[in-house]
């Protein structure tokens, strides 16, 4: 944190300017502005599509991304609304052919953990190019994975549950290494919570926490919706293809 480069989300902010620190960066705008347009062409539904692109949009442009430059626990909860939330929506409005539901929680499975192990962590916050590859490589894959998981739900269920019951474990793992850590993760932290009154530590048993409740939260909802769908029929048999939804 003593080098001239400014990470994309800015640098850490006190609570005291943290409603003030929402982003407006012309890439980023270009980059929201072209994911809608793609929405817009190619969604199969476009209320789960608008959803999608509006809950990216809050994640980047809020004073969510600044606060995640100063608490893990608020990455981790960006990361949980960006694959567990937003991907599943993108999942439904344009799914992604090509991938078994193993193979694509197997990617996802070791992207998260990558991702928020420190030595990849730490280079997101020394690079914008590193940074964009987190997260793009992250929703990319959770949209593979949730595409895999609606186009198997019918025919596959047995491998959907598998898929399932690997992503929820080895996001328990992770959270449990967390939760239970001696000393903190990421050198970045050590400073940046202190504004918030809490301890590196704190804030990184806390990111463990979030992971393992409402990620668990999360995956239960994911599973209810997709048993839902095998109740009302096939996803790509509800007839509301190419349609407003």
Not at 184 to 194: D, E, I, K, V, Y
Not at 209 to 224: E, N, Q, R, S
């Given at each position: 944190?003593?080098?001239?480069?400014?990470?994309?989300c800015?640098?850490p902010?006190?609570?005291?300017?943290?409603?003030?620190?929402?982003?407006?960066?012309?890439?980023?705008?270009?980059?929201?502005?072209?994911?809608?347009?793609?929405?817009?062409?190619?969604?199969?539904?476009?209320?789960?599509?608008?959803?999608?692109?509006?809950?990216?949009?809050?994640?980047?442009v809020?004073?969510?991304?600044?606060?995640?430059?100063?608490?893990f626990?608020?990455?981790?909860?960006?990361?949980?609304?960006l694959?567990?939330?937003?991907?599943?929506?993108?999942?439904?409005?344009?799914?992604?052919?090509?991938?078994?539901?193993?193979?694509?929680?197997?990617?996802?499975?070791?992207?998260?953990?990558?991702?928020?192990?420190?030595?990849?962590?730490?280079?997101?916050?020394?690079?914008?190019?590193?940074?964009?590859?987190?997260?793009?490589?992250?929703?990319?894959?959770?949209?593979?994975?949730?595409?895999?998981?609606?186009?198997?739900?019918?025919?596959?269920?047995?491998?959907?549950?598998?898929?399932?019951?690997?992503?929820?474990?080895?996001?328990?793992?992770?959270?449990?290494?967390?939760?239970?850590?001696?000393s903190?993760?990421?050198?970045?932290?050590?400073?940046?919570?202190?504004p918030?009154?809490?301890?590196?530590?704190?804030?990184?048993?806390?990111a463990?926490?979030?992971?393992?409740?409402?990620?668990?939260?999360?995956?239960?909802?994911?599973?209810?919706a997709?048993?839902?769908?095998?109740?009302?029929?096939?996803?790509?048999?509800?007839?509301?293809?190419?349609?407003?939804?």
């Open positions: 944190m003593m080098d001239t480069y400014v990470p994309f800015g640098t902010p006190i609570p005291a300017e943290f409603w003030t620190r929402w982003l407006f960066d012309p890439v980023l705008i270009a980059g929201l502005a072209a994911l809608g347009a793609l929405l817009a062409w190619r969604a199969d539904s476009r209320r789960h599509a608008l959803a999608a692109w509006g809950l990216v949009t809050l994640l980047f809020s004073p969510i991304c600044a606060a995640s430059m100063a608490l626990s608020a990455r981790v909860a960006q990361h949980l609304l694959t567990l939330v937003a991907a599943p929506l993108l999942a439904r409005a344009m799914p992604l052919r090509g991938a078994g539901v193993l193979p694509a929680a197997s990617l996802f499975g070791v992207l998260f953990w990558l991702w928020h192990a420190p030595p990849p962590y730490a280079a997101t916050l020394a690079s914008d190019a590193v940074y964009w590859l987190m997260h793009l490589s992250l929703v990319g894959a959770a949209w593979l994975m949730w595409s895999a998981i609606l186009a198997a739900i019918a025919a596959r269920p047995h491998a959907v549950a598998l898929g399932l019951a690997l992503t929820a474990a080895q996001m328990s793992l992770l959270s449990a290494l967390l939760v239970f850590a001696q903190p993760w990421h050198a970045w932290h050590l400073l940046t919570t202190l918030y009154g809490i301890s590196p530590m704190a804030d990184q048993h806390l463990g926490a979030i992971m393992w409740v409402t990620g668990g939260a999360l995956m239960l909802c994911a599973v209810a997709l048993v839902r769908l095998v109740f009302r029929g096939q996803p790509g048999e509800e007839g509301d293809a190419r349609t407003p939804g």
